[in-house]
């Protein structure tokens, strides 16, 4: 049994950001969430904010590029968990909205892109598996880290989350 490009990609993104939604919740509710979204590991890393803004353009930017159509643009105005929480929903419709169809016999689809100073250029499989996915869960790990190295109680079983 062969697995397709959409379920390699839609799927672990979708539950991804589900993990990462919940990941805000609990660190909405901690005593200290006032200073949470502008906590970062390190100086010349992203906010939380940050990760989780880079965390929805990964995902979105993996379905649109695979499917050949449009992101939604998602300005990066997010100053509160809710915002957060709304542009987490906007991602995971908007990867909802993608077809498997638009996406399945992708593997060979040239994808590129500007990156900074620099074009990255991929089939759509090494896409997927060499940059899309670890970029993604770098951002989410980071945000993880961030909130659990700012106190809010979070364990493995919250990164891995539900299991089905």
């Known amino acids: 049994m062969s697995v397709s490009m959409y379920q390699i990609s839609v799927p672990p993104l979708v539950r991804g950001l589900g993990i990462l939604s919940t990941l805000l919740r609990k660190g909405e509710a901690h005593a200290d969430a006032g200073s949470l979204l502008e906590a970062r590991l390190a100086p010349d890393m992203m906010t939380m904010a940050g990760q989780v803004q880079r965390a929805s353009d990964t995902a979105k930017g ?81 945000a993880y880290a961030i909130l659990r190295h700012k106190g809010v109680a979070l364990g493995k079983l919250d990164y891995l989350g539900p299991r089905s």
């Open 62 to 142: 993996c379905a649109a590029r695979l499917a050949g159509i449009d992101a939604p643009a998602m300005p990066d105005t997010e100053v509160t968990f809710a915002d957060l929480q709304a542009r987490l929903a906007r991602t995971v419709e908007f990867l909802q909205s993608v077809k498997r169809e638009q996406i399945d016999g992708s593997e060979a689809k040239p994808i590129s892109f500007k990156a900074g100073p620099n074009v990255l250029n991929f089939t759509g499989e090494s896409y997927v598996l060499t940059f899309v996915l670890p970029n993604f869960y770098f951002h989410v790990t980071t």
